[in-house]
C-alpha cells in the first residue's frame, strides 16, 4: 500500500520520518527524486534497446563488459566480483539493473532537494521491508545465487569498496530482466509489493522549499562534500557556499 504525505521544511521530515517507528517494519529504505514524477524504475530499462541489441541481457553484458575494461585506472580497489562492478558502475552514473537507495533518510532527503533549480516538486520515498530476510549483505548474496526469477526483489548491502556508497548508506535493490519486448514495470506498481506485507510511502516537497531545504541539510553536515567524499564533492559545496548566504568566515579578507 502507498501512503503520500508532503513536507515543507527539514524539521517536518525528521518528525514524519521519526513518528515512522511505531509501524512493523524491519528496515527502512529511502530514495530521493528531484522530480516527483519519476517511477522507481532502474535506469537500465529506461533506456530505448530498439533493435540494437537482443534483450536487456546482452545489453547488460555489453555496458559492463565496455566498464571493465575503461574503469581500471580510475579505481582504488578493484571489484572481485559482478556484484561489486555494478555497484561501482552504479553509483557512478551507469545504467544498470539495479536501483539505488539509502538507510540514511537525509542522504535521500538532499538527492531529493540537491537539484533547487528546476521546478519540479521533489519527493522521496521510504520502503518499509517487512522481515530481513529479503536483506542480504553482498557476502550472503554471492554465495547464495540468488535466485532474480522469484516474485520479488532482493535488498543488497554491499561491500564499502568506495567512499560515496560508505557516506551515502547505499544499499539496492537487484531486478531480473523483462523480456525483449517488455517493459519493466516500476517497483511501486508492482502488485505483489502493493500488499500489505511492504509498505511505500511517498513524501513530497514544494518545488519552491527545496533550496531552503538544501540549506538547512548544509548547517546539519548533509552536504556535497559529504555525499560525494572527492574533489568534485569539494569544489561543489565551495561553489555552494560562495551562492548561498554560507559564506564562511574562514575566507581570509586581504
Keep these: 500500500m502507498i501512503s503520500t504525505h508532503s513536507i515543507n521544511s527539514l524539521s517536518q521530515y525528521i ?27 532502474p535506469s537500465l530499462f529506461r533506456i530505448n534497446i530498439k533493435d540494437s541489441f537482443r534483450d536487456w541481457n546482452d545489453v547488460e553484458k555489453y555496458i559492463m563488459t ?29 545504467p544498470t539493473r539495479l536501483l539505488d ?66 557516506n551515502q548508506s547505499g544499499c539496492f535493490t537487484i531486478h531480473d530482466f523483462p523480456e525483449k519486448n ?10 505483489y509489493n502493493l500488499s500489505d506485507a511492504f509498505t511505500f510511502v511517498k513524501i513530497t516537497i514544494d518545488a519552491d522549499k527545496k533550496k531552503d531545504i538544501l540549506n538547512e541539510l548544509y548547517y546539519v553536515g548533509i552536504h556535497q562534500e559529504f555525499i560525494y567524499p572527492d574533489l568534485g564533492g569539494l569544489t561543489a559545496k565551495l561553489k555552494f557556499e560562495l551562492n548561498t548566504t554560507h559564506k564562511r568566515n574562514t575566507i581570509i579578507k586581504s
Design 15 to 41: 518528525d514524519f520520518i521519526v513518528n515512522q517507528e511505531h509501524r512493523d517494519i524491519s528496515q527502512w529504505l529511502f530514495r530521493g527524486h528531484s522530480d516527483e514524477t519519476y517511477e522507481l524504475t
Design 66 to 94: 565496455q566498464f571493465k575494461k575503461q574503469a581500471i585506472p580510475y579505481l582504488k580497489y578493484s571489484p572481485s566480483n559482478e556484484l561489486e562492478w555494478l555497484a561501482i558502475a552504479q553509483h557512478y552514473g551507469l
Design 101 to 166: 537507495w539509502t538507510t540514511n533518510a537525509l542522504v535521500a532527503l538532499f538527492f531529493a532537494v540537491e537539484n533547487h533549480y528546476n521546478d519540479k516538486n521533489a519527493n522521496v520515498w521510504l520502503y518499509g521491508i517487512p522481515s530481513l530476510n529479503n536483506c542480504l549483505e553482498e557476502s550472503t548474496w554471492i554465495s547464495r545465487r540468488i535466485d532474480l526469477d522469484s516474485n520479488h526483489e532482493h535488498i543488497i548491502f554491499p561491500n564499502h569498496i568506495d567512499s560515496r556508497i560508505t
Design 182 to 191: 517488455n517493459v519493466f514495470i516500476p517497483l511501486n506498481e508492482q502488485k
